[in-house]
């Protein structure tokens, strides 16, 4: 058993979001995903993004906005979302006190030239 | 996109643990693992669970004890851990209080004959 714990994970900032990806545990090729942890601050959104990975996240704390295909869908802590490949979204924190921690995994979709 | 609501998947009691199978969400083969959410009530724990599987939990709330090879690692809400296929585990709620819910994905390691 191997133990990831967020609280200790090395993070980057990209732009507003602290983003704790895990290519710093050299896991290689045992998941079948990429993954990390971001943070948004409260009353803060990410940049919109856009990549060709299929994503599938997990609002760790807090309540994400996803903003995707014009429309924002509030999820809560626990609950999930998947975003399709070039799917562009943007995360929002609408909240102006609570943090928003989200995990993702992301990999390419299978047939993919990308 | 999509969203998986969390307070309203489907159920199954599973000794006494909730589990609820993602099975529900009819992916097909979108993802590239299966997964669930779980959750063990106050001061209880999991049966003996063993599977070829590689699986790669999130802690959603609570504390999880993870009994695996001879110790018991607490991973806190928010962090991780990732069992090895076939790596014989329990999950432990010792909290008198606070319920423990996690998030998993598991699939079968490649080159397995399982």
């Known amino acids: 058993m191997r133990v990831f714990d967020r609280a200790a994970a090395g993070v980057d900032r990209v732009g507003g ?4 990806r895990w290519e710093q545990y050299a896991l290689g090729d045992r998941l079948p995903f990429r993954a990390m942890w ?8 990410s940049a919109l993004d856009r990549h ?24 809560a802590a626990g ?21 928003l921690v989200v995990f993702s995994a992301y990999w390419t979709p299978v047939g993919s030239d990308a």
Request: glycine fraction near 10%.
């Open 38 to 45: 971001f943070s948004v601050p409260p009353g803060s959104r």
């Open 17 to 20: 979001l602290e983003v704790a």
């Open 79 to 99: 609950s999930s979302y998947l975003l399709d490949g070039d799917e562009a979204h943007v995360v929002h924190n609408r909240s102006a006190t609570e943090p």
């Open 52 to 75: 060709p990975e299929i994503e599938l996240s997990l609002v760790v704390s807090g309540s994400a906005g996803i903003e995707a295909g014009g429309t924002v869908a509030e999820v």
